[in-house]
């Protein structure tokens, strides 16, 4: 095959991902000097169509960013005005009271927000600055330079599905060449992934640890709505399944987010979390709430976990790592975007100086630096044992030990010191002859609804003559390796639908991939017990068009 040739831009800094720590960081660099020349590369069709978020908001990193955000016509309106914590048995619940509550998890001074609406104010913000953002492109290779990152490729599409080779419609894309490259790509991004193995970033850290995200904007009977309002629940259906739980917030508009969270390390091959979530809205306090509404969108993302232990080293020469790319999100609070913001504005001021200097393709230590003393360190460092208490101990170790924990870590000291993270999810999957198979209620379709209906409502799409951006390391592992071993929890980790083994008479089994569906979660890449699945960035872009996630 020809070489392939490809025009190229220069720019200062490159920026993959508009997200809020790619839009902190191209916004922060157009702050210090407007002649720095930054581009940022969003695979969605617009910013924000694959923000997917908890959407309560410390405005923390916002406030370093911008501190006059709340003139400048922000989307962020609500603040949350009640704080609800509950344990969920199967027909009734447990209220926790806030006054035991550490400080960190009070809720107060915080804000309900649809962070695909505030992405999108980023960027209008960033524009405004000189910034230039190119939606619908996605970035799919890193380009190197000796042993640095020097920038991307982007805007390539038009190969052939069954041979990955150039098809007729073939286009190159661009490379887009920085000084320095800023990898803000969300949960596990496939360059994040290239750049922490090639690097070995994760040396002498933890195994990152994974939640899935599911959630579902719901319109309520306006006498139900409470604005303002955020509730969280632990313990049914989960019970000792899995470790997890669920929020629902309540915004403008008489609408709720309604979400649930399963943590990646759970055992059982047989646990569908996508049908954890269905059953979680029949629990007699949620069916009254959302009784007489409808749901109008549905989404799913993994959501880094592993907290303080678990941050790789974040620079690489010419790269570094940003917000959820790094997984800097506070588990106990279910917060990550004040720390994304707050990773921004620090990478584009360690940029800035060695632009400054005369530097360039170097590691951006300083920013290394920032993150792990300054206030984003501060932050994990004292919910540093939560996570690990819980995955080891179970729900109520995690309740008490962790609270007391997260209250002497309020005066600086730890009675835990720090605890280790154990093997990763994918590591975490039991084999199924350990376990016996998990009877799930049938979706009702009024509170509940099957997964390729509910996919419907994320507004997914991909060119069905693009490459399966999803890809198996060796075709015959699903059915040879997974399905008697581990009954292939594909079919079930998934929460689009997008793995099927299909069963015809006379014939073998098949592995079918259904890429169409995917909402670009990343879990397959998490959890596959073999690590035989391989999530790349889609060519020709794709995925979720999620309206105000």
């Known amino acids: ?7 190229s831009m220069e720019y200062d800094v490159v920026i993959v991902g508009a997200g809020p720590a790619g839009l902190s960081a191209a916004i922060r660099l157009k702050q210090l000097d407007a002649n720095v020349s930054v581009v940022v590369l969003e695979k969605g069709s617009e910013v924000g169509a694959h923000i997917l978020s908890g959407a309560v908001l410390d405005p923390s990193g916002l406030d370093a960013l911008i501190p006059d955000w709340r003139t400048r016509g922000a ?16 027909a009734g619940q447990v209220r926790i009271p806030n006054w035991p509550m550490p400080p960190l998890m009070n809720n ?18 960033a524009e405004e600055l000189g910034v230039e953002i190119f939606p619908g ?10 042993d640095r990152v020097k920038g991307v490729v982007a805007g390539e599409f038009g190969r052939d599905p069954e041979t990955g080779e150039p098809g007729p419609s073939y286009e ?67 019970g000792s399944n899995a470790g997890g739980g669920s929020f629902i917030y309540h915004l403008e508009n008489n609408q709720v987010y309604v979400g649930f969270v399963v943590h990646l390390n759970y055992e059982n091959p047989y646990l569908y979390p996508y049908m954890e979530f269905q059953r979680f809205k029949h629990h007699p306090m949620v069916a009254e709430l959302l009784k007489g509404g409808k749901r109008v969108a549905y989404g799913a993302r993994a959501i880094s976990e592993g907290g303080w232990q678990s941050i790789p080293k974040m620079v690489a020469p010419g790269v570094a790592l940003l917000g959820c790319s790094a997984g800097l999100v506070n588990v106990p609070r279910i917060k990550g975007n004040h720390n994304a913001m707050l990773s921004g504005k620090a990478a584009a001021e360690a940029a800035f100086a060695a632009l ?7 590691e951006l230590t300083d920013y290394e630096t920032e993150v792990r003393s300054g206030a984003i360190g501060r932050d994990l460092k004292r919910v540093r044992n939560v996570k690990p208490l819980w995955s080891k101990y179970g729900l109520v170790a995690s309740l008490m030990g962790g609270g007391i924990d997260m209250w002497t870590n309020t005066v600086g000291f730890s ?3 720090t605890i280790k993270h154990g093997k990763s999810d994918a590591a975490a999957t039991g084999l199924a002859k350990n376990f016996k198979p998990i009877d799930y209620p049938k979706p009702d379709g009024k509170l509940s609804f099957d997964r390729l209906t509910n996919v419907a409502f994320s507004f997914t799409n991909h060119d069905e003559a693009q490459p399966a951006h999803l890809k198996l390391k060796d075709a015959s592992v699903p059915i040879s390796v997974n399905l008697p071993k581990y009954a292939e929890p594909a079919q079930r ?57």
């Open 1 to 7: 095959m020809a070489e392939i040739v490809r025009e």
């Open 75 to 90: 989307p962020i309106k609500t603040e949350v005005v009640e704080d609800n914590f509950y344990v969920l048995g199967p």
């Open 108 to 125: 107060h001074g915080n804000y309900i927000v649809s962070m695909a609406n505030v992405c999108r104010w980023m960027a209008g913000q």
């Open 137 to 146: 492109m996605a970035a799919s290779q890193l380009v190197y330079e000796g």
């Open 172 to 238: 190159p894309g661009m490379e887009l060449h920085g000084k320095y490259v800023f990898l803000s790509e969300g949960v596990r991004g496939s360059l994040s992934k290239e750049v922490i193995a090639k690097y070995d970033l994760s040396k002498g850290h933890c195994p990152q640890k994974f939640g899935l995200g599911m959630k579902e904007i719901w319109e309520i009977d306006p006498a139900k709505h409470r604005l303002g309002t955020v509730t969280h629940t632990m313990g049914w259906p989960l």
């Open 356 to 362: 400054q200097a005369g530097r360039m393709g170097d």
């Open 415 to 417: 009675l835990f010191g």
């Open 493 to 549: 980790y998934c929460p689009a639908g997008v793995y099927e083994v299909v069963s015809e008479e006379g014939k073998d089994p098949r592995f079918v991939i259904n890429f169409q569906n995917c909402v670009h979660c990343k879990t397959c890449d998490i959890k596959d017990p073999s690590q035989n699945i391989n999530w790349t960035t889609p060519q020709g872009g794709g995925g979720p068009n999620y309206p105000n996630m």
